[in-house]
């Protein structure tokens, strides 16, 4: 009896034991000049040496973004640097998210365990002298 008692208890310890940490959600908004972008997306460069991630991108659609909703959910908490890319949300034969409303800026940010929201404001000196970029080839 000690035994089966012993091998289910060693059982249940490798089991539950996963060096993976859970994906954190992050969701929130995207301002610039006080109003949600109508397309963009956010990049989530990962601080190797402490999260340990990869590279995520998230989508921004009317001001709002979820990593719930993204194909592959949720991203490793940790440090990591955002960086924020806006459209006018037009599409146009080259332009997939229209074009550029604003330089892309990035900011660092600590994803946190769990869920969290998080608001980003792009400042409005991003607009200033706008370099476009083409978002597709179709």
Not at 52 to 76: I, N
Not at 115 to 125: A, L, W
Request: glycine share 10%; proline share 7%; with cysteine.
């Amino acid at each position: 009896m000690n035994r089966i008692l012993l091998f289910s208890t060693l059982l249940m310890l490798v089991l539950g034991c996963d060096s993976t940490p859970r994906p954190a959600q992050i969701s929130g908004s995207v301002t610039f000049k006080g109003k949600p972008i109508p397309a963009g997306n956010l990049t989530f460069t990962p601080d190797v040496e402490t999260s340990g991630g990869k590279l995520k991108m998230l989508t921004v659609k009317d001001g709002r973004f979820d990593s719930s909703k993204e194909q592959d959910p949720g991203l490793p908490p940790g440090k990591y640097k955002v960086t924020i890319a806006g459209y006018d949300g037009v599409q146009i034969r080259m332009f997939y998210q229209g074009k550029q409303i604003f330089n892309a800026v990035s900011e660092d940010f600590v994803v946190p365990d769990g869920t969290t929201t998080k608001d980003f404001s792009v400042p409005d000196s991003a607009g200033q002298n706008v370099k476009v970029f083409e978002t597709a080839d179709f």
